[in-house]
C-alpha cells in the first residue's frame, strides 16, 4: 500500500487478485480511501491528479509489475492527432472523454475508449499498429469492437457503430439494442490544447447509470453533475 500524503488518495491493490488478468485491467480494481477537494469540506471519491497522487500511483504500479497500465495525457494528444491527420473521425468516450468535457485531466486513466463509424474501424487500426499498437485476440472481443494494446502506452479500445434512419449509433446487431443514441456523440471538448468531440454530458450519466457504478464512476458523475449543473442520476444519489 502506498501513500501519496495525507492531502491524497491511497492506492490499493492485491497481488493475488484473479481479475487482474493484464496491465490495463489494475486501475479498473483500484479503491480510492480518501481525496479531499478544494474549496469544499465533502469529501468525495476522486478529484483532481497531482504530482503527489502520480507519484503515489506509479510506486503502487511498479511494486506490482504494472506500470504499462497508465496511460499519459500526452499519449492521448498525440493519438487524436494522428487521427486527425489521417482524416479519420473520432469521439472520445469513458474516463478521457470525462476529462475531455472537463477540460483537465481529473484522475489517472489505462485506456482510451473511441467511438467511431464502423467503416472507419481497420484505417484506425492502421494508424495504431503504426505507433505500436497491437491487435488483442480475446474471445469475448467483437469485430465492432476491437481493443488494441500497447507495450508502455495503454489500450484503446474501440466502438464501431453504423448511423440508422433515426440518428443513432448502432453498435453490433440492432437486435442487440445497443447504441448511441442520436444526440450522444454531440460532445466537445478539450484534452490538454487538442479539441475533441466526445459524448455528451447527459448521455455520459445514462450510461452509468446502467450498472452498478464503480469509485470511478463516482468521481466522473459528480464531476460532470458540478460542473454542468445536472442531477445525479439515480444509482448515485
Known amino acids: 500500500m502506498v501513500d501519496g500524503s495525507q492531502n491524497y488518495p491511497i492506492w490499493v491493490a492485491c497481488r493475488g487478485n484473479p481479475d487482474l488478468r493484464r496491465p490495463s485491467d489494475f486501475l479498473k480494481f483500484y479503491r480510492v480511501i480518501r481525496v479531499p477537494r478544494r474549496r469544499s469540506r465533502r469529501a468525495v471519491v476522486g478529484g483532481p491528479v497531482g504530482r503527489s497522487v502520480e507519484k503515489a500511483m506509479i510506486a503502487t504500479l511498479d511494486n506490482f509489475g504494472l506500470r504499462s497500465s497508465v496511460m499519459q495525457l500526452s499519449t492521448v494528444m498525440n ?99 445497443s447504441m448511441y443514441p442520436a444526440g450522444a456523440l454531440g460532445g466537445v471538448g478539450m484534452l490538454g490544447d487538442v479539441a475533441v468531440r466526445c459524448i455528451a454530458a447527459p448521455f455520459v450519466l445514462q450510461f452509468r447509470n446502467g450498472f452498478e457504478p464503480r469509485a470511478v464512476d463516482h468521481h466522473d458523475v459528480a464531476a460532470l453533475c458540478t460542473r454542468f449543473d445536472l442531477e445525479r442520476p439515480s444509482r448515485f444519489v
Not at 95 to 113: C, F, I, K, M, N
Not at 125 to 144: C, H, I, K, M, T
Not at 152 to 160: E, N, P, Q, R
Open 79 to 177: 493519438l487524436c492527432r494522428t487521427f486527425e491527420r489521417a482524416g479519420l473521425a473520432f469521439w472520445v468516450d469513458g474516463g478521457w472523454g470525462v476529462d475531455a468535457l472537463l477540460g483537465e485531466q481529473t484522475r489517472p486513466h489505462s485506456d482510451l475508449d473511441l467511438a467511431m463509424h464502423f467503416a472507419d474501424i481497420s484505417g484506425v487500426q492502421r494508424a495504431l499498429e503504426s505507433l505500436g499498437y497491437e491487435r488483442l485476440n480475446r474471445p469475448e472481443d467483437r469485430v465492432w469492437n476491437p481493443v488494441q494494446q500497447h507495450p508502455t502506452d495503454g489500450s484503446v479500445d474501440l466502438h464501431g457503430f453504423v448511423r440508422d434512419a433515426s440518428g443513432n449509433g448502432v453498435l453490433g446487431e440492432p437486435s442487440e439494442n
